[in-house]
């Protein structure tokens, strides 16, 4: 009976003790309405009371409280002051308060606000500027003619070209794969999840750690292309003339820009991934068929495709 009774106290103790009522902050959640509204507005909009913008338009007119006109032009940095919904406005319900100064502040709608102003972040502008539609329709024109041109020269030298006559050194295929699955990727995030990306346009980062995993993927592979990138210079410099290293840099930057047009135009109607399959086969294929050095000079120790006079040094390898 006594260890009956012992064994259900010592039960009701543990029960008891696995219960934690937390630390009591009855403050911590007390929040306002403004302030619960501002929240749910950052998490639909992505920018609230104190946001940064800069004016990209020629001017933005602003409405005064005393209903006077205002004006900012290019270059001119905004701040959120406020933010107002007006259900009977039947153009555009959201009204936001900017304020460039003390004395240039006033109302406008947001669909006109965001028309004419880019996070005010370099990040924001760089994607903002890259993605006009008439600058990219100009680049791609620029591009496929350039590089048709350059590619053209390049092979009438017989020069070097990446996937064709290539150099035995894996990262120029390498970088072309990341960019062709960058720009794939790219696309994607954009077709398939575009308040992710519009998110990460309000609030860029290039940490990959602190983005959402997608996200983080794309970051990761823009920093694994500038990385591969300086591995192709220090590779070049070790296997070719400075004359022949330009004209192969020359190539692979126009196959690079080919690639990333080509990816992120064809991937928004769905064959680019059918595409990038294709081109991963090509690429690999091409470089296994690439002859591969076998030899090194015996002075400077770069690689040799055959015996005989090393093009760095001069020296004599029998």
């Not at 006109?112 to 502008?125: C, F, G, K, Y």
């Not at 126009?254 to 690639?259: E, F, G, K, L, S």
Request: charged residues 15%.
């Amino acid at each position: 009976m006594k260890n009956s009774f012992f064994l259900s106290l010592l039960f009701a103790l543990l029960l008891s003790s696995c219960y934690n009522h937390g630390q009591q902050t009855p403050d911590a959640w007390d929040l306002t309405r403004e302030q619960l509204d501002s929240i749910s507005f950052q998490t639909t909009h992505h920018y609230t009371q104190g946001y940064n913008f800069v004016v990209g338009a020629d001017s933005l007119c602003l409405l005064g409280d005393e209903f006077d006109t205002l004006y900012v032009r290019e270059h001119d940095d905004l701040v959120v002051a406020d933010i107002r919904i007006e259900p009977a406005d039947t153009i555009d319900s959201v009204w936001v308060k900017v304020a460039r100064d003390q004395l240039t502040i006033g109302w406008v709608r947001e669909s006109e606000l965001l028309r004419a102003v880019s996070p005010n972040d370099p990040i924001s502008q760089f994607i903002d500027t890259f993605s006009d539609a008439h600058l990219l329709v100009f680049l791609t024109f620029v591009v496929l003619v350039g590089a048709a041109y350059g590619l053209f020269r390049l092979s009438r030298r017989h020069a070097r070209i990446v996937h064709f006559r290539d150099i035995d050194s894996f990262y120029p295929t390498l970088l072309c794969l990341l960019v062709a699955s960058s720009a794939t990727l790219y696309a994607s995030i954009q077709m398939f999840g575009p308040e992710t990306w519009r998110h990460f346009y309000y609030h860029p980062s290039l940490n990959p750690f602190a983005l959402p995993p997608v996200l983080g993927l794309f970051v990761t592979s823009v920093w694994a292309i500038l990385i591969v990138s300086v591995a192709v210079l220090f590779d070049l410099y070790r296997r070719l003339p400075l004359g022949d290293a330009l004209l192969y840099l020359g190539g692979l930057a126009a196959v690079c820009a080919v690639d990333y047009v080509l990816f992120s135009l064809t991937t928004l109607w769905y064959v680019g991934y059918l595409f990038l399959a294709a081109y991963y086969v090509f690429a690999l294929r091409s470089y296994l068929h690439t002859p591969h050095d076998r030899y090194y000079c015996g002075s400077c120790g770069r690689q040799l495709s055959a015996k005989g006079r090393c093009p760095y040094c001069g020296a004599i390898n029998e």
